[in-house]
């Protein structure tokens, strides 16, 4: 080992077929800009957490496999600290959306919690977080000091790189990226009812979701498990993103479509305000006629549409993926010497 490099573990949970993990992108990212800096080691956990068992097996082999460096806990499995040493434990946390699932019985969904946040929060040396949304809410659920708590956002791919396009005001195409309960898909179908457009919706649809679209008349295509290369062009080929999300950790197809330059309408709740800044037209997500007239107004408007991509421009600057590494890289600094 290198000994001028710090020795970082990154712990991550087992991949899923089908899926696309952007946590692990995202530390992909970190690891290779940090090349020169840290001496990086990746732990995948043997098993899916499906159940307590499988749990606590991937604690117990997280356990053994801790470093005496910095051990980083990403991507879900926040619990994988439990037997560790606390004062060599970096933790992410991208949301706490999960502290709202029910989980059987009331014991049940507390020893999920406390699995999942309380307990994990409590075993490690700092806590990073995406958004000051998340922050205020892991406070609040935990009740544990606030300077604990770092706000690292997540760093945009250069592949996500301007490419002007002359906005199609006679039928837009408007990109939908998620089919997750939280996207708010229906309510945006409702909204684009009657309106001359066409929706590109990335993710797999549900038959319920499949339902409205039909019902809607909504001239749409599906696509899903694509590369990001693909994602990227789905981007250059819309003229709108429509993100109007009921819940996020962070938000990051706003960052992405201000990085391609294109148009952006998303809510003004959780952490999208926060995210867009002043390059995105805010709506209600729980109004249909609200984010209908959102839609409306970015298609008749030309001056807003240029102003919403100038305002991206200096957006995006925000979240530069070397600014992000280097974050990361002072926090493993401080760690490892504790």
Request: net charge positive; aromatic share 8%.
């Amino acid at each position: 080992m290198d000994n001028s490099r710090i020795p970082v573990a990154f712990f991550q949970r087992l991949p899923r077929p089908g899926f696309n993990f952007s946590m692990e992108a995202i530390f992909e990212d970190v690891r290779q800009r940090l090349a020169d800096r840290i001496e990086a080691t990746v732990f995948i956990s043997g098993k899916f957490n499906d159940g307590v068992r499988s749990k606590f097996f991937n604690v117990w082999e997280a356990g053994k496999r801790e470093i005496k460096g910095v051990n980083h806990i990403t991507g879900e499995v926040h619990f994988l600290n439990l037997l560790m040493n606390a004062r060599r434990v970096i933790l992410t946390i991208h949301d706490c959306r999960f502290m709202d699932r029910k989980a059987g019985s009331y014991f049940q969904s507390v020893m999920m919690k406390w699995l999942y946040l309380k307990g994990p929060v409590r075993k490690a040396a700092v806590v990073t977080t995406v958004s000051h949304t998340t922050r205020a809410d892991i406070i609040r659920y935990t009740n544990c000091d606030p300077e604990k708590i770092v706000v690292i956002p997540v760093g945009i791919s250069d592949k996500f790189r301007p490419a002007p396009k002359v906005f199609n005001t006679k039928r837009p195409d408007i990109l939908q990226i998620g089919t997750g309960d939280n996207k708010n898909l229906e309510r945006l179908v409702r909204a684009l009812k009657d309106i001359p457009c066409h929706l590109t919706i990335i993710g797999k649809l549900s038959a319920e979701q499949e339902k409205e679209l039909l019902q809607s008349g909504v001239e749409y295509t599906n696509q899903y498990n694509l590369s990001q290369s693909e994602v990227v062009t789905a981007y250059e080929n819309c003229d709108m993103l429509a993100f109007v999300s009921l819940f996020e950790g962070f938000g990051m197809p706003i960052i992405e479509a201000n990085s391609v330059e294109r148009v952006v309408l998303t809510s003004n709740i959780s952490s999208m305000p926060e995210v867009a800044a002043d390059a995105a037209l805010l709506v209600d997500p729980y109004k249909v006629e609200d984010i209908r007239r959102g839609v409306l107004r970015l298609i008749a408007d030309g001056s807003l549409r240029q102003k919403l991509i100038d305002n991206g421009r200096r957006n995006r600057k925000r979240f530069q993926p070397e600014n992000i590494a280097q974050q990361y890289y002072e926090l493993y600094q401080m760690v490892g010497q504790s």
